[in-house]
């Protein structure tokens, strides 16, 4: 393996010990960047002086003596979403092209304190609303596995930059299955946390009832190290949990037994890809190895979550973006007649089409006459979906099954039809309407060689469950170890 | 059920969004086919359920009201699309 394609674990261990720089890991992405950038194109804004200059300031600190954060010397990618202070923050948006946050998110500053190295940030679908990062304004990114392929989205350029080893670790945010779709289709680990784990000052809000900020990495190592770093309080965000955040590296290893692993015959539907559900079923047969048991659980209102989401999401979504309106900042249409037109020109110019669609659906569903039909409604199964899992739960440490329905798709395959790719979020989206844990860790790849991924759902707040049943998955098997190769 | 598009144009105008008449017909089109899908739920037995509009278990979450460092004028105004002094520039509200 060459030095950009370790997990953090390793380069963690290098660092220490002084067998690598800080600056010249820095500098070993950078190359890789640019000699795969213009092929995969998952960053949108890239500054390589600041991030050298961070690297050397973490060598100098190893050099004195001084204390280190946890990620000390670790490149780390950051989707568009998250405020950085003086660096651009678009939202793969045109109505915030020029957008350069005052403050720092809290993520991006206990990031910083940890002594992370911010390499630039991602590639996105605009204001995280797609699953294939083809919604950005900007550009198209490509799945290192196959460049014909999307990465998946929303935040596809985090997981295409590390699936290409551009660098070891990044962040995204997951609405309804942003983070653990990508991540499988590019054939990482992602995690999206349990509702109210992570702080969300600082992320632009889509629906924030429903959005978590969380890691992407090679392994679960990667994730339970960003997690310790990016998890707990924050008096910023009145959501945000006062749970004490445990060390989740320290028990990583540690198997957890007897474990009860339940599957959901909804999961295993119609429209599941024939090569995904043998991988499943074969990660089932490696746990059953390992001794634990597998049972069947029922979650019988799963099929209406993509119903649900599109009306509790894109109501949130239709408030949340009212504030875009060429006022406090972003862009402002030239020409108009009065305040009113401003507002709709400035609108109607910057929003792509799938943010119009949401934001016009989502006015709809909150509209007079249709309120309780819909929105209240929805609501109301959201009830139904989250008790579903609260009675699995009961029977079961995890809930098992596929990320995603079938490997990475085409690129623009499913443009032309937004229901078509809504249904791409079928297994990742009951997660975030039911506020739980989410993770997809890679189980194999197709006889394409496009990968596939195992999602694992746990109840609030048992990542440090979760990160260990899917560590017992890892170590015996070798997929976390697979790199593409990115033409040049 | 399907959308008309005076129905669109009217949701467009309540969200403050321009849209092309070109825009209007697709989003007619596409609107009407993810309203049908969404329907589904009408089925769904959701007497004596209480709705869920949040899964946290938090209420009312306080904190101590104190005074603590600010973005400067200067900063708060930085990304304004037009400013004038102090102040956020917009065109006339009233004639």
Sequence with gaps: MELIEHSSRELLAWLERGEVKAEELTSAYLQAIRQREAKVRAFVHLDEASALEQARRVDDKRRRGQPLGKLAGLPVAIKDVLCTKGVPTTCCSKILRNFIPPYDAHVISRLKEEDAVLIGKTNMDEFAMGSSTENSAFQITRNPWDLERTPGGSSGGSAAAVAACEVP?????????????????????????????????????????????????????????????????????????????????????????????????????????????????EALQVYRRLGATIQEVSL????????????VATAEASSNLARYDGVHYGYRAQRF?????????????????????????????????????????????????????????AECDVVAGPTSPTPAFRIGEKVADPLAMYLSDIYTISCNLAGIAGISIPCGFTRNGLPIGLQLLAPPFAEEKLLRIA????????????RPVVPA | MALKPEEVRWVAHLARLECSPEEIELFTMQLSQIVEYVNQLQEVQTEGVEPLSHCLPLHNVFREDEASPSLSVDEALANAPARKGDFYSVPAVLD
Excluded at chain 1, 300 to 311: D, E, K, M, Q, V
Excluded at chain 1, 373 to 387: M, Q, S
Excluded at chain 1, 474 to 479: F, G, H, P
């Design chain 1, 169 to 281: 670790l990044s962040i995204g945010s997951d609405t309804g299955g942003s983070i653990r779709q990508p991540a499988s289709l590019c054939g990482i680990v992602g995690l999206k946390p349990t509702y109210g784990r992570v702080s969300r000052f600082g992320l632009v809000a889509f629906a924030s009832s429903l959005d978590q900020v969380g890691p992407f990495g090679h392994d679960t190592y990667d994730v339970a190290l960003l997690m310790e770093v990016i998890a707990g309080h924050d008096r910023r965000d009145s959501t945000s949990a006062p749970e004490p955040v445990p060390p989740y590296r320290q028990t990583l290893d540690q198997p957890v037994l007897p474990l009860r692993i339940g599957v959901a015959r909804e999961y295993f539907g119609e429209g599941l890809d024939a090569e995904v559900e043998q991988a499943v079923r």
């Design chain 1, 300 to 311: 019988p209102h799963s099929r209406y979550a993509i119903a649900t989401y599109y009306i």
């Design chain 1, 471 to 482: 560590r017992m998955y890892e170590r015996e098997t070798d997929w976390h170890l697979r």
């Design chain 1, 337 to 393: 007649d009065n305040m009113i037109h401003m507002y709709s020109r400035t609108r109607g110019e910057g929003f792509g089409a799938e943010v119009k669609r949401r934001i016009m659906l989502g006015t709809y569903v909150l509209s007079r006459g249709y309120y309780e039909a819909y929105y209240l409604k929805a609501l109301k199964v959201r009830r139904l979906i989250k008790e579903d899992f609260d009675k699995a739960f």
